[in-house]
């Protein structure tokens, strides 16, 4: 693993802009490593100018792998760095999957309803709701990004979303 305190803020500025989130000012405490074919990183997004403190604190994971090839994004519950504004490109519209549970539970936007039940096929959506998860999901061709709401960037949080790499790569890329 490879931990950057500083990142390299390009890298991450190619994730953006997200679908369901805000941007953020910076990012701090980068652990990276391997996830053949791909790979994986863990940050810490600043939401509020250098210097000064943010509203809260959290840590993203990303997943870079060429298995995801869909485009959507989906929001469990409002959270402090939930994207309400789109200045420049419209949101993707809101879908239903056509699953119950998952339908009732987050918010879905994607091209149609079945780019979104394919970006988040039945088993990914089963391991979201066995993780009663709140926060947001994205998946975009080569990449995922997760934020789980009420994530710190204190190691048993950390420790989460490290483990939950392997699950989501199985379930969001199977075909």
């Known amino acids: 693993m ?8 390009s890298w991450f500025s190619a994730w953006e802009p997200f679908d369901t989130m805000v941007a953020a000012e910076a990012w701090f405490n ?3 490593w391997s996830v053949p074919p791909g ?3 863990i940050a810490e997004p600043w939401h509020a100018p250098l210097d000064s403190e943010p ?7 990303f997943v870079t792998h060429p298995g995801f090839v869909r485009r959507a994004a989906a929001r469990g519950g409002e959270h402090f760095n ?13 879908v239903k999957v056509g699953d119950p549970v998952w339908d009732q539970h987050m918010l879905t936007l994607a091209a149609s309803p079945s780019e979104a039940a394919a970006a988040f ?5 089963a391991l979201f709701a066995s993780w009663k998860f709140s926060g947001h999901v ?7 990004v997760v934020h789980f709401a009420g994530t710190q960037p204190v190691p048993a949080h950390l420790d ?8 989501l790569v199985k379930e969001l890329t199977r075909g």
């Open 2 to 9: 490879k931990l950057e305190p500083w990142p390299d803020q």
């Open 55 to 61: 509203v809260d604190r959290t840590a993203l994971l």
């Open 39 to 41: 790979s994986a990183t």
């Open 30 to 32: 980068a652990a990276s």
């Open 138 to 144: 994205e998946v975009r061709p080569g990449g995922l």
């Open 160 to 167: 989460r979303l490290f483990q939950a790499v392997g699950p």
């Open 121 to 125: 096929p039945k088993g990914a959506r």
């Open 82 to 94: 939930t994207r309400v504004s789109y200045l420049e490109n419209p949101p993707m519209p809101t």
